[in-house]
């Protein structure tokens, strides 16, 4: 079940966690042993007795690894930094099974800035699921609006998840289309 480039790993203090694929929370106990299966966008995927599960970038040190520290902005950041930093922060979220991020898999159908009239910045996300059943839909729902809502400046994150248009591999990225031997 897990790769030859798996790492080793053993938890160092209870861990909550995502179980792969359904989506369900769960605290994995210290002393617990597994391996690292997938490291991308500041979260790990670890195999532990037959199962998968997602620890935040927040919880890395759980499992001997750097926490992930949030993005920032420099002070005179304009429009177009903001706009390139929540790109960014989006890109950061990767499928758990599946290594390529939520834009490159195509998943992400709109992205939009504005000013509130309040002069605050709120952005709103359009996106789907590679399939209607998924078990981590709520999950990468929460990934996408908790790693924007961590850009500077942002006071409000709405992510609307549809199935419509439907998702399909044409929708992906070349990038992702070779990463997933699709091309």
Not at 5 to 24: H, K, L, N, W, Y
Request: charged share 25%; hydrophobic share 40%; proline share 7%.
């Amino acid at each position: 079940m897990f790769s030859q480039t798996s790492q080793p790993c053993q938890f160092e203090r209870d861990c909550a966690v995502v179980m792969i694929p359904s989506g369900d929370e769960v605290v994995i106990p210290a002393g617990t042993v597994g391996y690292i299966t997938q490291a991308l966008g500041g979260s790990f995927t670890v195999f532990v007795d037959g199962n998968l599960f997602r620890v935040a970038g927040l919880d890395a040190d759980a499992i001997g690894k750097e926490p992930v520290r949030p993005p920032s902005l420099p002070d005179n950041a304009t429009e177009e930094d903001v706009e390139r930093l929540i790109w960014e922060q989006i890109k950061t979220c990767y499928d758990p099974e599946i290594p390529v991020n939520v834009v490159d898999l195509g998943l992400i159908y709109d992205c939009e800035m504005r000013t509130n009239d309040r002069g605050e910045r709120e952005v709103s996300v359009r996106m789907t699921l590679t399939a209607p059943g998924c078990g981590m839909g709520d999950i990468l729902v929460e990934d996408v609006r908790s790693k924007i809502s961590l850009v500077p400046t942002i006071s409000n994150v709405e992510v609307e998840l549809t199935f419509d248009p439907p998702w399909n591999h044409q929708m992906m990225s070349d990038v992702a289309r070779l990463e997933t031997g699709m091309m």
